[in-house]
């Protein structure tokens, strides 16, 4: 699959097989093949991947505030690998289900010290 980063890639929405969001391609990781030829490996989403392609204070700024919101920083990035890619057309479209993939650290620290903490919230259908 041949894209062009900037314009089919970076900022897509990354959608599941079941068509729900799991975030945006924020950066993406590169490797080499045998000959010599550099491909996408993986898709990097997250506020530590987006604040590193932004850079400068604004970079910072995201990293050090997604740290707050985590147990353990630095928060890393959600790493999709490239492999789990269906197509790319107005989204990043998966093969894989959201449950398949790992949890987003942020969003992991928010559910048990936000959501859960709401009453009723764990009679919520999902």
Do not use: N
Request: net charge neutral; aromatic share 4%; glycine share 10%.
């Amino acid at each position: 699959m041949r894209i062009q980063l900037s314009q089919q890639l970076l900022d897509r929405q990354i959608v599941d097989r079941d068509g729900r969001l799991v975030g945006k391609v924020d950066d993406v990781e590169f490797a080499v093949d045998a000959d010599g030829v550099p491909y996408v490996q993986t898709l990097l989403t997250g506020e530590r991947a987006l604040g590193q392609r932004v850079g400068g204070r604004l970079g910072r700024l995201l990293v050090s505030l997604a740290d707050r919101f985590v147990d353990d920083p630095p928060v890393p990035p959600l790493r999709i690998p490239f492999s789990l890619v269906d197509r790319v057309d107005s989204a990043v479209r998966l093969t894989a289900a959201t449950g398949d993939l790992p949890p987003a650290p942020m969003e992991e620290w928010l559910r048990r010290h936000l959501i859960e903490r709401i009453p009723g919230a764990g009679r919520a259908s999902g």
